[in-house]
């Protein structure tokens, strides 16, 4: 599943997988899988509110 | 004590809001027209006047766009009226007020079809976004939407469905009237429905 590796400071490492530990992931892995699926997620909808708004303000409904 | 008791009687209780919101081109102009013709005043300034896209009026009241700056104000006016909200709007209501939200939906591709003809009578981009990818859009915000008032104990809502209400309006006025506790005139609602404005029916 984790095919690909990537470099992270060592002490940020130990950090969390304390949290990940207390919070009830099952590794480091997923935790951090799950934190950036979470951003790409929040950026996505960002993005897509913005498009939403700027359709809306061309047809005059908001200002 | 007397007095006392007469003054908690005489005061002015609190009256809902009725919006009406849905995405732009879903029917929400003419529910306000089926609403005011019922007996429920509209809260409008007609800024916005009738025009090809709306030949009827768009009863809109401007303050409305200024809720995402925090203009709320107006609000206090809006009590036992009823007044058009688009649903992007709709998050930021404060939750002092209690609403009634009837929320409109119809047929996207006759939404997209109506919003392109308008975008391009305003003479803004109509092609910037596919129709494929506005429908995905839409259809996000509805769900963050949907989400948003779930969680709001101070909202009621009702859903309505445009094309629906065309074909067979007397169930829905009626499921309407209910959910505005009988306050309208039904026959006088109905009569509004005017057919002929509904130009983009999916083919």
Known sequence: MFGSKIKIDKELLTRATDYAAKSGYSSVEEFVSHLIEKEISRQDESLSEDKVKKRLQGLGYLS | ?203
């Open chain 2, 1 to 203: 004590m007397i007095k006392r008791l007469i003054q908690i009687l005489s005061k002015k209780k609190p009256q809902n809001i009725t919006i009406v919101s849905g995405l732009p081109r879903s029917g929400t102009s003419m529910m306000m027209k089926m609403l005011e013709a019922g007996g429920l005043p509209p809260l409008t300034d007609k800024l916005r006047t009738a025009d090809d896209d709306n030949p009827k009026g768009y009863y809109e009241f401007e303050r409305v766009k200024k809720l995402d700056q925090g203009d709320i104000a107006w609000l206090s006016e809006a009590q036992g009226k009823a007044v058009k909200v688009i649903s992007a709007l709709l998050t930021y209501l404060p939750p002092t007020y209690t609403y009634r939200v009837i929320f409109m939906h119809r047929a996207m591709p006759e939404i997209l079809a109506s919003q392109k003809k308008m975008l391009i009578r305003r003479q803004e981009d109509a092609d910037d976004t596919r129709d494929e990818e506005m429908a995905g859009l839409y259809l996000k915000h509805l769900q963050r939407v949907d989400s948003w008032i779930s969680g709001r104990p101070n909202i009621k809502r009702i859903d309505v469905n445009f094309n629906e209400i065309l074909k067979n309006p007397q169930p829905y006025i009626k499921r309407i009237n209910n959910f505005l506790d009988g306050i309208l005139d039904t026959g006088k609602a109905e009569a509004v429905i005017d057919p002929r404005l509904y130009r983009q029916r999916e083919s």
